[in-house]
């Protein structure tokens, strides 16, 4: 066939666009043109500038660069060689092969934006191997598609389990991580038995008082930090009925005796749970689960850091207290309690009697020691009592709330 000069200066030009547009993208994304710093390396950039990418279905890209498509698929191709001559003509207008390309905007788009893609994420992290430490799943996109085929968590409290695919999102700079201390109850502390009481709990490096639906929105969105780069989010806690003080076995996560979420920002620093019923006589555990807005539970930049929640152990009623703990004898006053009282005892006489907080087992009553020196455990509400032929302990009550 013969061409006239005029027709192959129509002709030269479309093909050339058209070997552009077919040009294979690396590992399903297309390498962007045009202007780089459009939309500062977004998907789809600013105005149509800089080439996209398409998905392993096939995607077409906006540009001034051009498009391109997956070369996975001829129907795609051929979608791709229609949108790059569209994007010479109509401002770099695209379309996303599934249906959705967002107009440009990273945050409603359908695919992953090639700025984001994190290059580590493709090693196992055992490149240099060490020995016990397991390798990491990889990923070449993100880990975008890791819950295809589960139960997805879709903003719900599933507790037979679930895939959630939401990132993780804002990490905290480590001058910036949340902490919290009870002030009430402290630890050892005795409280009156089925009598109102309040939880008091300062916190810092954390604006609390951010609290999504948990209905309708658990884990749904990332993370997010304020400006001062401190977690936005909301506390908790839970309080546990244990067998004793001294209780050593791992308690039943379903299982507790109070738990509220503290919905309100800290005042002065200080968040309060109101425990209107009171608690039965018995040993108690107390702790704080402090969260991002959407309950999940906080992240923070580096693997070694304190706790970023506290715990706290109490008794609720003297005796009540004394009938939960196991072990007979088990006094509720801390070491340097019971180790002071044993000095002073022995200086006394060598024979003296070991002294316990108000929170002792007045129950189990004063043990008589034998000659040899060895004390009695006495009820901190007895006063302590005489051991053998030794002098009488010193009295160790703790101020009760």
Known sequence: MKFSATTLLVILPLLA?????LAVPESGFARRAGN???????????????AAAGVAAGAAAKGKGGA?????????????TAAASNATTANGAAANATGGGGGGDPQTS????PSVICSNFKQDGNETPTPGQSPSLTSQNN??????????TNGLQIQKGSCNPAPIGMIPPTTQMPTAKFQFPVNMANIAPNTAFTVKMAVSGFETGSFANAEKSYFAAPQQLNAQQQIIGHSHVVIQLMDSITQTTTLD?????????????????????????????GAYKISSINTAGNHQPAVVAVAQHGSLDDTVYFTVGGSGAGASNATAGAAAASS????????TSAAAGGKGAAAASSAAAAATGAAKGNAGGKGANAGGSQGGAK???GKQGRRFIREAY
């Open 110 to 113: 359908l695919t992953l934006d």
């Open 387 to 389: 051991g053998g032929q």
């Open 336 to 343: 340097t309690d019971a180790a002071a009282a044993a000095s």
């Open 253 to 281: 996560p379903t299982k507790f005796s109070f738990f509220q979420g503290l919905n309100s920002p800290a005042v002065d620093g200080v968040l309060t749970a109101d425990v209107t019923n009171g608690l039965p006589a």
């Open 68 to 80: 391109a498509a997956n070369s996975t698929s001829s129907a795609a191709g051929s979608a791709a």
């Open 36 to 50: 780089a710093k459009d939309g500062q390396g977004s998907f789809g950039g600013k105005g149509g500038k800089g």
């Open 17 to 21: 666009a058209q070997a552009s547009a």
């Open 143 to 152: 880990f975008i598609n890791f819950c295809v085929g589960q139960t997805l």
